[in-house]
């Protein structure tokens, strides 16, 4: 049996206040529900449990409806449940979580700038690569959800 892990927030207190400064400012520029639906499909791809029992919890708690986010993980095959501009920030986290040797492609960064400003995109660009990293801490450190 494997020994315990190191909870890195726990451990690095200043660093995850850090992180918290970033997400922070990102969300100046970003609507909270988009923020939420991006950081729940991220850690759908990246498997982490935890984000996603997080990141859902907080997106019904800013109004998002049980349909969405249910059709999160399905958002290619959801028609009219998401606007353009929501599919395309789901398209370019798709592309920014799984990038490989080809990067993201023009047609996803195009299809987000279409729908929002220079600031904006920063912002999302800065969120997708946020929760990965968020995700990949949670799950090296074997973090769970806690059952309500």
Not at 3 to 31: A, C
Not at 50 to 60: G, I, K, N
Not at 92 to 98: A, F, I, K, N, P
Request: with cysteine.
């Amino acid at each position: 049996m494997a020994g315990k892990r190191v909870v890195w927030s726990k451990k690095l207190p200043e660093v995850y206040g850090k992180l918290d400064e970033v997400d922070k400012v990102v969300g100046e520029h970003v609507d909270l529900t988009l923020l939420e639906l991006l950081k729940l499909r991220s850690s759908i791809l990246n498997g982490c449990a935890f984000c996603v029992d997080l990141h859902t919890q907080r997106a019904l708690d800013a109004g998002e409806t049980h349909q969405r986010l249910f059709q999160v993980s399905t958002w290619h095959e959801a028609g009219a449940v998401f606007t353009d501009a929501e599919r395309a920030v789901l398209a370019l986290t798709d592309e920014m979580t799984r990038m490989g040797e080809g990067g993201v492609s023009d047609a996803a960064y195009d299809a987000v700038a279409e729908h929002f400003s220079d600031e904006q995109v920063a912002a999302l660009m800065t969120a997708i690569a946020m929760i990965n990293l968020y995700n990949r801490l949670a799950v090296t450190s074997g973090l769970h959800p806690r059952k309500r």
